[in-house]
């Protein structure tokens, strides 16, 4: 299994964006995006 993941947050802290995607040995995908605010 392969698994890429990205977190990002805004300059002042207040916005957080995650990607993330998977694949196995079978060909099968998936893939999900968050975004969160903290406030």
Do not use: E, P, Q
């Amino acid at each position: 299994m392969y698994v890429h993941s990205y977190l990002r947050l805004s300059d002042n802290g207040n916005i957080v964006i995650k990607v993330s995607g998977s694949a196995n040995t079978t060909g099968d995908y998936i893939g999900g995006a968050a975004v969160g605010w903290k406030f």
